[in-house]
C-alpha cells in the first residue's frame, strides 16, 4: 500500500502567487480530510470530502482557499493569491469511512512557505 | 463539548527508562481515542487507538495506552525509552460519532542518551 502521497513536498513562493497542493489518498478509502498545521494553531481541519463531494468546508480560512476532489484519486488544495500567513505544513488525510473509530491516514505533507 | 487535554508540553527522559505522556479528555459519549505520532518533519502515524473493546490499548513500537472511563484519562507509556522515541505526540478523540477529530497540542518527547 503506497499511502497517502502528498505532492509537492516544499513549495516556496512569493506574495500574491498562487499555489496548488495535490493529495491522491489511498485506493478504496471514500473520505479526504486536509489540514493546516502551524505552530500557534497546532492542526486545523480545513475541508473534508465524502466520496468525492465536499461536506464540511467550515475550516476554510477565507475565499483565497478552495479544494477540489475531481475523482476519487485525486484532490487539490489552492489559494490564491497567498499571503505570508499562508505559511504552514498542509496535510492531507484519507479514510476507508468517516465514523469516529476509523484511523485516518496521513500524508508526509507539504511545507508551504510564501515570502 | 468534546475536549484533549495532554498536560504536559514536553517530556524528557534518559534512553532506556519508562515514559509516561499524559491525556485527559472530555466527551458526552462512548469517545474513541487515539494517540498519534510526528517524528521530525514527517506525517503523523497512528500509534494506537482505542475503541471501546479492551480498555489496554497495544500499539506500535511497544507503546500501550490505558482507557480510564473514572479518571477521564488515556495515557500513553512505554517501559523502555528509545532514541527513536523522541518526536512529537499528539492524543485525539472523536467528536460525537462522526469524522470530526479534537487534537491535543501535543507533546514533544525528548530521549537523553
Known amino acids: 500500500d503506497a ?6 513536498r516544499h513549495e516556496v513562493t512569493e506574495m500574491g502567487q498562487e499555489v ?11 473520505s479526504l480530510f486536509w489540514y493546516r498545521q502551524t ?4 492542526l486545523e481541519l480545513l475541508i473534508y470530502f465524502n466520496n468525492n463531494v465536499p461536506i464540511d468546508d467550515s475550516g476554510m480560512p477565507e475565499d483565497r482557499f478552495s479544494a477540489k476532489m475531481p475523482n476519487a484519486s485525486f484532490s487539490t488544495l489552492k489559494i490564491q493569491p497567498s499571503e505570508p500567513r499562508d505559511s504552514a505544513v498542509y496535510f ?9 473509530t476509523d484511523t485516518q491516514y496521513f500524508g508526509p505533507g507539504t511545507r508551504l512557505t510564501v515570502l | 463539548a468534546q475536549s484533549v487535554t495532554q498536560l504536559d508540553s514536553h517530556v524528557s527522559v534518559s534512553e532506556g527508562t519508562p515514559v509516561l505522556l ?14 498519534y505520532v510526528q517524528h521530525p518533519n514527517k506525517g503523523l502515524q497512528l500509534l494506537l487507538k482505542y475503541t471501546s473493546a479492551a480498555t489496554l490499548v497495544k500499539g506500535i513500537n511497544g507503546f500501550e495506552a490505558e482507557f480510564k472511563k473514572s479518571e477521564t484519562s488515556f495515557h500513553l507509556t512505554k517501559p523502555s525509552a528509545h532514541m527513536s522515541d523522541a518526536a512529537e505526540y499528539f492524543c485525539v478523540v472523536s467528536d460525537g460519532g462522526n ?15
Not at chain 1, 499511502?3 to 509537492?8: D, N
Request: charged share 10%; aromatic share 10%.
Open chain 1, 3 to 8: 499511502g497517502v502521497i502528498q505532492s509537492p
Open chain 1, 20 to 30: 496548488t497542493l495535490r493529495c491522491k489518498p489511498i485506493s478504496g478509502h471514500n
Open chain 1, 39 to 42: 505552530m500557534m494553531r497546532g
Open chain 1, 92 to 100: 492531507c488525510a484519507s479514510t476507508r469511512l468517516a465514523g469516529a
Open chain 2, 22 to 35: 499524559r491525556c485527559n479528555y472530555s466527551s458526552s459519549y462512548s469517545p474513541s481515542l487515539f494517540w
Open chain 2, 99 to 113: 469524522y470530526q477529530l479534537i487534537w491535543g497540542a501535543g507533546t514533544k518527547l525528548i530521549i537523553k542518551p
